[in-house]
């Protein structure tokens, strides 16, 4: 299938690793341009060296204003792009009678704002060029929530929403929005975080990993960041031109309910 992608140029947030960092990948094996997002100037240099001639840094804190005007200045020298994905994001773990309104706001601003401050930086482009794709990467989280992270389970499930309700803001304008849910993917978050557990006990991080994979999913494994991606990649290309404020579970059966 020709997905129909080379020549255009996406800016995915929070991709010098994990998820992020493989759907740059795949995006860049159809040849789009990638600006590749991260807080670390060395981290990024790496996941572009990685990549290769297609891909280019737009370093900066997403869940900042200060570091999203660094962002929208990479856009800006880019040219514009044609595609944006939110997708830098990470966990949390505390009580809703414990965190401090400085949390949940942290987590706002990185979930929620980013994504509402993005598409307001972007969408000119988007529009000058005749239209373009927004995915919002949430996560199953947003609607089948874990004990341990409220504030990421409602930051999350507010970005699901955020995005349904840009989808009809901006259906007329051809550009199309939509979210997408992930289980449980094997990324270096999720591997530090099994080391770190097991790191007394014997250090089997792959015995954790099973375990939870064993508890939650019913595939009984973790998805590579590599099989996620191609979701993403698909849903960016024309061949997905039906699908607007829509969103997708890629979870392993993870998500109980119809
Ligand atoms: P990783 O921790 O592996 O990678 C996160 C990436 O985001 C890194 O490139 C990191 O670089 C960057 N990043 C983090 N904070 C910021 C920030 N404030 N501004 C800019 N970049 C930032 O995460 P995952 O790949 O596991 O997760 C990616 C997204 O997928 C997240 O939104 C997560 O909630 C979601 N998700 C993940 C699942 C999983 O099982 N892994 C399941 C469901 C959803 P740096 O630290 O250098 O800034």
């Known amino acids: 299938m020709d997905l129909n992608l080379a020549g255009k140029t996406a800016l ?11 759907v740059a990948k795949g995006l860049a094996a159809e040849g789009v341009r990638v600006l590749i997002n991260g807080r670390h100037t060395e981290k990024v240099e790496a996941a572009i060296a990685d990549i290769g001639d297609a891909a280019a840094p737009a370093v900066g804190d997403v869940a900042s204003v200060e570091g999203l005007d660094a962002v929208l200045g990479a856009v800006e020298a880019a040219g514009g ?28 601003d990185l979930h929620v704002m980013a994504a509402v401050r993005l598409a307001r930086g972007v969408v000119p482009y988007m529009e000058a060029r005749g ?28 970005l699901m929403m955020f995005s349904r309700t840009l989808a009809t ?13 992930p289980g449980l993917v094997q990324t270096p978050d999720w591997v530090n975080t099994a080391k770190e557990l097991t790191r007394d006990t014997g250090g089997d991080w792959q015995g954790y990993l099973q375990g939870v994979a064993d508890e939650y999913a019913p595939i009984k494994r973790f998805s590579s960041p590599e099989e996620l991606a191609d979701f ?4 960016c290309s024309d061949r997905a031109s039906y699908s607007i404020g829509s969103t997708y579970f890629v979870d392993g059966g993870m998500k109980l309910t119809v």
């Open 131 to 158: 239209g373009g794709v927004v995915l919002n990467n949430a996560s199953i989280c947003a609607v089948q929530p874990l004990w341990y992270e409220p504030i990421y389970n409602v930051t999350k499930a507010a």
């Open 12 to 22: 995915i947030t929070g991709s010098s690793d994990g998820i992020g960092l493989a």
């Open 81 to 108: 792009v044609d595609i944006l994905i939110n997708n830098a994001g990470t966990g949390s773990n505390e009580t809703i009678m414990e965190a401090p309104d400085e949390k949940w706001q942290q987590y706002w």
């Open 232 to 235: 993403f990649v698909f849903l």
């Open 169 to 181: 803001e901006l259906v007329g304008r051809n550009i199309r929005v939509n979210c997408i849910n």
